[in-house]
């Protein structure tokens, strides 16, 4: 379960949960298997998460191996290699069960999980399969929490869980496809790591700023990684994305280094709520990280089109001003547009090609301006700046209802 893994988890549970019985802790169902008094259902599947947290690597394992074992026709919907597949479930688990107590966010987690799994084939008929080797998974993995009400409660979460799953899907698909063939125009390499690559999708693709989508290449079949749309919806349909290549990194790398105009890439459905307002006028504070200027961009783009100019102050950082690779661009921006102000970040501190350029890290760069608390956080980049740009945030009286990012690994930190 998770949101580039194949298939989901559900129990094998007669008929379905209403979904409100998933969320909100349970309210209190159910008792606990080793004594001590009574405890929700969500207090039991906690238990037994971190549990099995201390064997996720063995669990996680014994879990695919146990579903391509007894269910072989599945192993064509997963990637060839599994190693990072099996980070991907056990980290989807781990989120879900800290946003239990986010009725809301629990539920468009799960909703977008449900739209997404589409790209892959997932079929209702799939998840009791999944569920009953993630629940073997669990009774072998977590051996002291394990009984038969936390059983129960994994069963009621799991049913609730499948459910929402399947009907985001089922609504889904009544309005939009799979996936969409999508085949590249443009390919600009910015530097020698980062390329702006542009596709032409296959037919119409709705999508909001500040929104990603999944992406999969034709090297690597059945890898699918996120990417952010870098510029608001065109008029000629025409989507751009800003690609990193890290380490290690097989669709990242596969995009900057070999893809070439002509290459047809598939892409996933439009996710994420890191979108613009446009009920107030609010100011926006925007920090952008690396290529996480991307979606920064789309946002400032959106603004620009609804014809209600607002205050937006971005501050982009980057380790050193060689990696502004698109600071040019937000530039011009900023010449168009009076209400923008772009201030670029050098972590390294001595920025020869970008003299205005202030140093340190981005969120100490936000501190030395302001005041922002009439103003809607935005943040982009990788999962530490965000964390500590959410905190920042918080510290310069932007209540966290008016933060918005798409980083579950934030997101789960900050319930950890």
């Known amino acids: 379960m998770s949101g580039a893994a194949p298939a989901p988890g559900a129990a094998p549970a007669p008929g379905p949960v209403p979904v409100a019985a998933a969320v909100g802790g349970f309210g209190g169902s159910g008792g606990g298997d080793g004594g001590g008094g009574e405890l929700a259902d969500a207090d039991l599947i906690r238990a037994s998460m971190a549990e099995l947290e201390r064997s996720s690597d063995a669990a996680t394992a014994y879990f695919y191996a146990l579903l391509f074992v007894q269910y072989p026709h599945l192993r064509e919907m997963f990637p060839a290699a599994m190693d990072g597949q099996r980070d991907r479930l056990f980290r989807a688990l781990l989120t879900a069960v800290r946003l239990y107590d986010d009725g809301k966010l629990f539920a468009e987690y799960l909703a977008n999980l449900g739209r997404g799994h589409r790209k892959y084939g997932t079929l209702p008929t799939h998840y009791p399969a999944v569920g009953e080797c993630l629940m073997a998974a669990l009774a072998r993995y977590a051996p002291n929490s394990w009984g038969p009400r936390t059983e129960a409660a994994w069963v009621r979460a799991y049913t609730a869980i499948s459910q929402t799953m399947i009907d985001a899907a089922a609504e889904d698909e009544q309005r939009a ?211 500590t740009g959410v905190e920042t945030l918080v510290g310069l009286g932007i209540p966290t209802h008016r933060i918005r990012h798409d980083s579950l690994d934030e997101l789960v930190a900050r319930r950890a």
């Open 177 to 387: 496809p799979a996936w969409w063939d999508a085949e590249i125009v443009a390919h600009e390499r910015r530097t020698a790591q980062i390329a702006v690559v542009t596709v032409r999708p296959d037919q119409p693709y709705p999508f909001r700023a500040g929104q990603y989508t999944s992406l999969e290449t034709p090297w690597w079949p059945r890898v699918w990684r996120h990417y952010s749309f870098a510029s608001a919806p065109r008029s000629d349909g025409l989507l751009t994305f800003h690609v990193k290549a890290v380490p290690a990194g097989w669709v990242s790398t596969a995009l900057v280094q070999r893809a070439r105009p002509g290459d047809v890439l598939r892409l996933g459905p439009p996710a994420g709520s890191m979108t613009v307002d446009h009920g107030t006028d609010s100011g926006l504070l925007c920090l952008g990280g690396g290529t996480g200027i991307a979606p920064i961009k789309a946002l400032v783009e959106d603004v620009a089109s609804h014809g209600r100019p607002r205050p937006v102050e971005v501050f982009y950082g980057a380790r050193t001003d060689h990696d502004l690779y698109d600071l040019e661009t937000m530039r011009h921006l900023q010449d168009r547009f009076d209400w923008l102000s772009v201030r670029p970040v050098v972590a390294s501190g001595g920025a020869p090609g970008t003299p205005d350029a202030l140093a340190g890290e981005l969120p100490d760069a936000v501190r030395r301006y302001g005041p922002w608390s009439a103003y809607d956080g935005y943040l982009s980049g990788p999962p530490g700046m965000i964390r």
